[in-house]
């Protein structure tokens, strides 16, 4: 009868624990840079501007400050901010090193966007009390994105232009087709039917060659992932009650209010 294990098993072991060893050092490695802010966590930052209590409600994982209510009336927007480069401590009192910084900032694409920035309460406080600032939309969006917010919040929403058909985001899982069409290359696509460049252009094409590959792992980060919902206590809808079981609200177009939303808008409207 032959043994259950070879007479070189003990090695076979040694080679499995250092393989093991080796992946468990890798994902410790990777863990707070690249696992965390992709895998077991929130989908996505959710920001509720509230014209009514003229607050800003935020839900944000808690390493990146966690869920906090906001006062509308003490917000600056920067609409063009981009992250500047980093910088060692022996670079600080380097005035060339400080241009530098000022000169790459938003890496070499000079990527910027919409932050929003709440300052200390009392601008003495050492440890800066109230301080807040939010990332808002996608890259790029800056001046407009700021407008569509600032005239929600000061004039109505009547005031706000109605969204185009490209305006959206999928607010379910995607699948790794549906993340390369509506995130990835929507841009493109738009620019292609807008510009007359046909279905598929090059810069279409040169897209999904740079990122059909990471499809696959954003799906898989997204089911990994869970939808930050809004507190009860908070209040903090607009009268239209979302729902907000599963992965989130519907789509625009696709979403019904309830006859209790449509009653308390009409009786609303009855004492205008």
């Not at 810069?203 to 990122?211: G, V």
Request: hydrophobic share 35%; aromatic share 12%; glycine share 10%.
């Amino acid at each position: 009868m032959d043994p259950i294990f070879s007479n070189g098993w003990y090695i076979s072991m040694i080679i499995g624990a250092g393989m093991a060893l080796g992946m468990g050092f890798v994902i410790f490695l990777f863990w707070p840079e690249k696992i965390a802010p992709n895998y077991f966590t929130f989908l996505r930052p959710r920001y509720r501007f509230n014209r009514t209590t003229g607050k800003v409600y935020v839900l944000r994982p808690r390493r990146y400050g966690g869920n906090v209510i906001l006062d509308w009336d003490r917000v600056k927007a920067h609409t063009s901010w981009c992250a500047p480069r980093e910088m060692t401590p022996d670079q600080v009192d380097d005035k060339f090193a400080r241009q530098r910084r000022q000169e790459t900032a938003g890496g070499y694409f000079g990527m910027r966007g919409l932050v929003l920035y709440w300052s200390p309460l009392d601008p003495s406080d050492p440890e800066r009390k109230g301080e807040d600032v939010l990332w808002v939309g996608p890259k790029l969006a800056g001046e407009g994105l700021w407008q569509y917010i600032r005239t929600f919040m000061e004039e109505g929403i009547d005031k706000v232009p109605a969204p185009t058909e490209y305006e959206w985001l999928r607010k379910g899982f995607h699948t790794p087709s549906q993340h390369l069409e509506e995130t990835e290359m929507s841009a493109s696509r738009v620019l292609d039917r807008i510009g007359g460049r046909g279905e598929n252009s090059t810069q279409t094409k040169i897209t999904f060659l740079m990122t059909f590959l990471w499809a696959p792992l954003h799906s898989l980060a997204e089911r990994l992932c869970t939808w930050p919902t809004f507190p009860e206590e908070w209040n903090s809808d607009c009268g239209q009650k979302r729902r907000e079981d599963g992965i989130g609200p519907e789509e625009p177009l696709r979403w019904t209010p309830s006859p209790e939303s449509i009653a308390g808008q009409q009786r609303k409207s009855a004492h205008v």
